[in-house]
């Protein structure tokens, strides 16, 4: 049974810096791509970064690139999104994402992913 548990969203202020985490289970090899997904009312989904289990490779949408950096931990079941310099238009419910793949790299396309966290609320404001 794969799930994924996002936690660690809040309130921040604009220039601040957060880090959220999902927790994954159930997944019996490294072939999966894992990633963060956000919407709120009123905006579309946007994913915005992901990262390939078995080779490491990552992606990041240009709305977050150098600002956010998606990271993994040693046993591989844990993923974190560092966000830094946050802005207001951030604000957005933040959710783990997955999906089975054999590819090297990661999509920021979600539209096929299986796995979906409950999502976790951050918002930017002064």
């Known amino acids: 049974q794969v799930q994924l548990v996002e936690s660690g969203g809040g309130l921040v202020e604009p220039g601040g810096s957060l880090r959220i985490s999902c927790r994954a289970s159930?997944?019996?090899?490294?072939?999966?791509?894992i990633g963060w997904v956000r919407q709120a009312p009123g905006k579309e989904r946007e994913g915005i970064s992901c990262l390939s289990v078995s080779s490491g490779s990552t992606n990041y949408a240009d709305s977050v690139k150098g600002r956010f950096t998606i990271s993994r931990d040693n046993d591989e079941n844990m993923v974190f999104l560092q966000m830094n310099n946050l802005k207001p238009e951030d604000t957005d419910v933040y959710y783990c994402s997955a999906r089975r793949s054999y590819l090297r790299g990661c999509s920021l396309e979600s539209d096929q992913n299986h796995y979906w966290g409950q999502g976790t609320q951050v918002t930017v404001s002064s």
């Open positions: 159930g997944f019996t090899s490294q072939y999966y791509h």
